[in-house]
């Protein structure tokens, strides 16, 4: 079993940065797939980006903007956000599942309990 706790949420300024960091404890996650989606008040809960051993992918409505990395020797996933933008407003949670599963919240087996991201304009 896994257990995942992300921090790193906050108020941030339109424009500005944020690092959210999601730490893995139970198993090694070295070869899960390790996603970071988003929901909003009123929302689904929606895809932000995705890595699986050397590949990431990212929505469309945040690529180029914000990075997901893994390390390894700490077991923990980051997703940096960068010029964020007041529409990035939401509850992040880290995901992981031992097997590919695409970019659905069903298809993820382990969930955090999410963490507030909050930007202003």
């Known amino acids: 079993q896994v257990q995942l706790v992300e921090s790193g949420g906050g108020l941030v300024q339109a424009g500005g940065s944020l690092r959210l960091s999601c730490a893995a404890s139970?198993?090694?996650?070295?070869?899960?797939?390790m996603g970071w989606f988003r929901q909003a008040p009123g929302n689904e809960r929606e895809f932000v980006a995705v890595?699986?051993?050397?590949?990431?992918v990212y929505a469309d409505s945040v690529k180029g903007r914000f990075t997901l990395s893994r390390d390894g020797a700490k077991n923990t996933v980051y997703l940096q956000m960068n010029s964020l933008k007041p529409e990035d407003t939401a509850v992040y949670y880290c995901?992981?599942?031992?097997?590919?599963?695409?970019?659905?919240?069903?298809?993820?087996?382990?969930w955090g309990q999410g963490t507030q991201v909050t930007v202003s304009s």
């Open positions: 139970g198993r090694t996650v070295s070869n899960y797939a």
């Open positions: 995901a992981a599942s031992r097997v590919w599963k695409g970019v659905l919240p069903k298809g993820y087996d382990y």
């Open positions: 890595s699986i051993y050397s590949s990431t």
